[in-house]
């Protein structure tokens, strides 16, 4: 069965300095990988994703992330913070089975907390 | 154009009572999801439709029943509610189809539910 994990339950961050969100994937073929952020109070909001191609994906927000086949991951990224971006974030994985009917997998998410 | 959109935002209830949450979507989306969020356990999928008139278990159905009459439209309900039932409840619309693992899910707003 697929799954997704976030080691990092929470991180805190200094505004300005980069960011870095790991997720790590169980799959046996080249999974859709989603990243998915969530403001306090509101819903989920897709800030990228992977199917094919370049590894290096480009998202919204100056978020991005690379998809590593080779460490199963596809850990999301941001050079400089900002205090708007403090948030959880999700990241999930499409099961590709015939019956799935686009399902989505989610990790257990990582609290992002930034500091002045 | 509204996305999706939930009814209520919040509710409590004491244990045993009986709700419906209301999940809709302006976007003519054939697919549709009601997940529910657990802090430190992600977003876990309860019952999901793939068209108007049918609807599917998802990984936590148990306690909960859903009916799509209508496409635009996706009911959660709860039949006699319990306190492992307080959690926050998310819909979530997708075009399906041959978008079915490419496409991004839509999430609405959430519902807080508390069962006392």
């Known amino acids: 069965a697929q799954s997704v994990t976030q080691p990092d339950i929470h991180i805190t961050v200094s505004e300005g300095a980069s960011l870095e969100l790991r997720c790590n994937y169980s799959y046996g073929a080249t999974p859709y990988l989603f990243w998915y952020v969530q403001s306090p109070g509101q819903g989920l909001q897709l800030l990228l994703k992977y199917f094919s191609g370049d590894t290096l994906v480009q998202g919204i927000k100056g978020f991005e992330a690379e998809f590593k086949r080779s460490q199963s991951s596809f850990n999301l990224r941001k050079p400089s913070v900002h205090w708007s971006d403090a948030a959880e974030y999700f990241c999930a994985v499409v099961d590709m089975t015939t019956d799935s009917w686009g399902k989505l997998q989610f990790g257990a998410g990582t609290q992002v907390v930034v500091t002045p | 154009n509204a996305g999706v959109t939930q009814t209520p935002k919040f509710r409590v209830l004491k244990t045993g009572q009986s709700m419906t949450l209301l999940c809709a979507q302006d976007m003519n989306h054939e697919y549709m999801y009601w997940y529910r969020q657990d802090p430190g356990m992600g977003l876990r999928l309860i019952h999901y439709s793939v068209g108007e008139g049918t609807t599917a278990k998802g990984e936590v159905p148990d306690g909960y029943n859903v009916s799509r009459l209508k496409k635009q439209n996706f009911l959660l309900g709860l039949e006699s509610a319990a306190p492992s039932q307080t959690s926050v409840y998310f819909c979530?619309?997708?075009?399906?189809?041959?978008?079915?693992?490419?496409?991004?899910?839509?999430f609405g707003p959430g519902t807080r539910l508390t069962v006392l």
């Open positions: 979530a619309s997708h075009t399906g189809l041959a978008g079915v693992y490419t496409d991004t899910q839509y």
